[in-house]
């Protein structure tokens, strides 16, 4: 009898920790997602709804949930153990307000490190975004700042002065519904790199374009931000056994925000800076993703993710003239 009382009560705690443990959510900037059960970094697919692994929630912001206070408490140790362990000098990089690891064995660009993306002491100095060494609840504290600071969620109005890219015209207009838009992609998890990703693609984010941008194969396009096939079969692991032929898979994304943005998320993870030459220029541009074309398209995307700030969830677009191929 005390072995059948005992046998209970230890079901009964696996029962209890496994709910938990499902109940676990992260404050994925702002929005709620549940954390992965079967992966500890990146963006997963688990009970038909895209997860995020605790690693990745933790760099972001923390995890909510059934053990909230010791699991933000974790949270935080984890980000910041994440931080030390990655910099040039045990920092981060202050990279447009998302604090991004620096990388140990890269001396220029991006890297891959740890299993997530890293960026060089060199690439950060760029757009000077230095050294982070604060730990990770001020760097949540900032992303809380500034998420509530972001946006009117109004028509807006585009600034009075605009500094367009070296040698790249560029402008700023408002169009009805956009900011519905980006408030949407926002609650399916988006982050401001990916909506300025779907900005320069369509003018008011969406995927009510060509199918497939009128390309097939390694080149279909799928989602607000146009990724290609080529890459996202590699990136996300549910389609990587697929070949070129079975981009239709992809067209998913197009009425599935919530796994748009997931696969976005896994492609620039993936490939890091490399991923601009990929999604400019397939396969040809990841092999040489130095071209002057890319350097330009990389140029037009750091100008409108800076012009976002502050116009996250209303009516303002910004636009840049890279031409399309």
Partial sequence: ??????????????????????????????????????????????????????????????????NSSSSSSSSSSSSSSSSSNNGGGGGSCDWYGTATPMCTSTSSGWGWENNESCISQAECNTQGGGNNNSSSSSSSSSSSSSSSNGGSCGTGSCPSNLNCPSGISCG?????????????????GA?????????????????????????????????????????????????????????DVSA????NKSLDVQVYNECRSQFGNNWFGGHRNGSTGLSNPNTQDIQNFKAGYDWTYQQLSGHECDDVRFWVEIPAI
């Fill in 1 to 66: 009898m005390k072995r059948l009382i005992i046998s209970a009560v230890s079901l009964l705690f696996v029962f209890f920790s496994l709910s938990s443990m499902a109940q676990s959510q992260c404050d994925w900037y702002g929005s709620n997602y549940p954390l992965c059960n079967n992966q500890n970094s990146g963006w997963g697919w688990e009970n038909s709804q895209s997860c995020i692994g605790y690693d990745t929630c933790a760099e972001a912001g923390g995890v909510s949930g059934g």
């Fill in 252 to 255: 998913a994304m197009n009425s």
């Fill in 191 to 247: 982050d401001r790199r990916f909506l300025a990703s779907a900005m320069m693609e369509t003018e008011v984010m969406d995927t009510n374009y060509t199918y497939g941008d009128a390309k097939s194969g390694d080149a279909f396009n799928a989602g607000a931000t146009k990724q290609n096939w080529g890459m996202m079969r590699q990136c996300h692991s549910a389609w990587s056994g697929y070949g070129s032929g079975d981009y």
């Fill in 172 to 188: 700023c207009y408002t169009v009805s519904g956009l900011g519905a838009n980006k408030q949407s992609y926002q609650n399916a």
